[in-house]
């Protein structure tokens, strides 16, 4: 039996702008009722510019479901640090081959649980192949129960904790569910 994939990936356009912003705050808000502090950012709107910005720089990516053509996941990837970056990764001097760096993955509220997660993180280690990208790098809040064995699972290996934040790296060249050697 053959199964349907029922996303896809795709650039985000301005057009997606509100809707990669309503998942982000969206999110950010379940995340706030729970407790936790999370994106709490998100939430004041100074951020909007820039997500639009990245968004028109063609970083984010929007997951569509083919069924009703809706945007149900987002992320954004890019090849050069920005501030945040440098603060807890330090510069990157270009010698340790070609990094990725992930940053605001967000499933719709309405999707958790369908393993959307899943899916995304699989595509995103697919795409780092085809662009012969040697790791992509993310962070993630210290203090969340669910992110460092959600990216775990994922093969990605804890380099640091720095400023409260899980520094993780996977590795294109690592076999699924191997771990590479610091």
Same mark, same amino acid.
């Given at each position: 039996?053959?199964?349907?994939?029922?996303?896809?990936?795709?650039?985000?356009?301005?057009?997606?702008?509100?809707?990669?912003?309503?998942?982000?705050?969206?999110?950010?808000?379940?995340?706030?009722?729970?407790?936790?502090?999370?994106?709490? !950012?998100?939430?004041?709107?100074?951020?909007?510019?820039?997500?639009?910005?990245?968004?028109?720089?063609?970083? !984010?990516?929007?997951?569509?479901?083919?069924?009703?053509? +809706?945007?149900?996941?987002?992320?954004?990837?890019?090849?050069?640090?920005?501030?945040?970056?440098?603060?807890?990764?330090?510069?990157?001097?270009?010698?340790?081959?070609?990094?990725?760096?992930?940053?605001?993955?967000?499933?719709?509220? #309405?999707?958790?649980?369908?393993?959307?997660?899943?899916?995304?993180? +699989?595509?995103? *280690? #697919?795409?780092?192949?085809?662009?012969?990208?040697?790791?992509?790098?993310?962070?993630?809040?210290?203090?969340?129960?669910?992110?460092?064995? !959600?990216?775990?699972?994922?093969?990605?290996?804890? *380099?640091?904790?720095?400023?409260?934040?899980?520094? !993780?790296?996977?590795?294109?060249?690592?076999?699924?569910?191997?771990?590479?050697?610091?």
């Amino acid at each position: 039996m053959n199964k349907t994939i029922p996303y896809e990936v795709k650039k985000a356009t301005t057009a997606d702008s509100a809707a990669i912003i309503k998942i982000l705050k969206d999110r950010a808000s379940l995340l706030k009722e729970q407790g936790s502090t999370q994106w709490n !950012f998100l939430l004041t709107g100074l951020e909007d510019e820039e997500i639009v910005r990245n968004v028109e720089a063609g970083l !984010f990516y929007k997951v569509v479901d083919l069924a009703d053509s +809706h945007i149900v996941a987002t992320f954004l990837l890019s090849r050069d640090q920005d501030e945040w970056d440098v603060n807890l990764w330090g510069k990157d001097d270009g010698n340790g081959g070609t990094i990725v760096y992930l940053h605001k993955l967000a499933v719709s509220v #309405d999707r958790i649980g369908a393993n959307l997660g899943d899916f995304v993180m +699989h595509w995103i *280690k #697919d795409q780092a192949k085809s662009l012969q990208v040697d790791t992509i790098r993310l962070d993630c809040v210290a203090y969340s129960s669910y992110l460092r064995p !959600f990216y775990e699972k994922h093969g990605f290996i804890l *380099k640091k904790e720095v400023h409260d934040h899980y520094l !993780f790296e996977w590795h294109v060249q690592q076999k699924e569910g191997e771990a590479v050697p610091n």
